[in-house]
């Protein structure tokens, strides 16, 4: 089930990142905190991602 829960986290924060709403950077950010490593590197890109948005 841990599995399945950080792939449906990661779908989630890829799907947040290529939105681009810069809305979701503080609800991310509290993400890089997750035990899972995949997580928080999605979570890096996609902050990334968001963040470069930002800077436009």
Avoid: C, F, H, Y
Wanted: charged fraction near 35%.
């Amino acid at each position: 089930m841990t599995e399945l829960t950080n792939a449906l986290k990661k779908m989630a924060v890829w799907a947040l990142g290529e939105v681009g709403d810069i809305k979701a950077i503080e609800p991310l950010s509290q993400l890089l905190k997750d035990e899972d490593n995949n997580v928080r590197e999605a979570v890096k890109e996609a902050l990334s991602k968001l963040k470069n948005i930002d800077a436009k």
